[in-house]
């Protein structure tokens, strides 16, 4: 009678554990600077906790947070919140240090490269942005000179602890069905932490098995 107990206790938990699983996971959106002055891809569909994951490749580059029809004009910094990388230099190869924002809400944003003349030569990206929010940033943006950077790092985590791998080939279709990755060349990945669920679940399952025969 207990064991059967238990038995169903653990079943209850595994069942608990898999119908959580999916709403637990925050996805990571791999957006790479590159060396062709581009933010790839540059334009994203978020939820609220996912993290961007900015990666750098040569020869230096930045992201900071800017905001749509700033009374300042197009790559400035947001006059509040946001978010600012530092520049990434690498001579070859993408920086060892990846950048990581957690995004606060699902409200229409854009960010841009501060290097120099980058963000008016097109060094843009948008998250949730309405049709023409990107092209019209850009047009603004390709009429000024030089970027503004924020004066320190802000707004997120430098870590050489990459969530996203380079080497990954496609989402695993959990994202609900966004396309995050319009460039098509599979960049999202959240492999690590379903890894880490499907362990964590498989754990519970052999505990639920292993109730059932002690009670046989
Ligand atoms: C990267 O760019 C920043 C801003 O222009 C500059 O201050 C810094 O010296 C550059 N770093 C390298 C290694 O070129
Ligand atoms: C572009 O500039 C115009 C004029 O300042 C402004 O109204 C508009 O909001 C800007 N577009 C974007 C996407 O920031
Ligand atoms: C999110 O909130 C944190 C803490 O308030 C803030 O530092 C950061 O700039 C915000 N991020 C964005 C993208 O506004």
Known sequence: MRS?????????????????????????????????LTFDPSEVTAAKGDVLEFHFEPSNHSVAMGEFG?????CVP????GFFSGYMPTSGGENEKVFQVTMNSTDPMVFYCTQSNHCAQGMIGVVN???????GYKTNASAIANAVAPKSVFGGVLTTEADASDDDDSDDGDDGGDSSDSSGDGDQDDEGAAGTVRAATGGVALAAVGAVFAMI
Request: charged share 15%.
């Open 4 to 36: 059967t107990a238990a038995a169903a206790a653990a079943a209850a938990a595994a069942t608990a554990l898999l119908a959580a699983a999916p709403a637990a996971l925050a996805d990571t959106i791999k957006i790479t600077a590159t060396s062709d």
């Open 70 to 74: 700033s009374i300042n004009g197009p």
């Open 78 to 81: 947001a006059n509040e919140g």
């Open 129 to 135: 942005a309405d049709d023409g929010q990107l092209d």
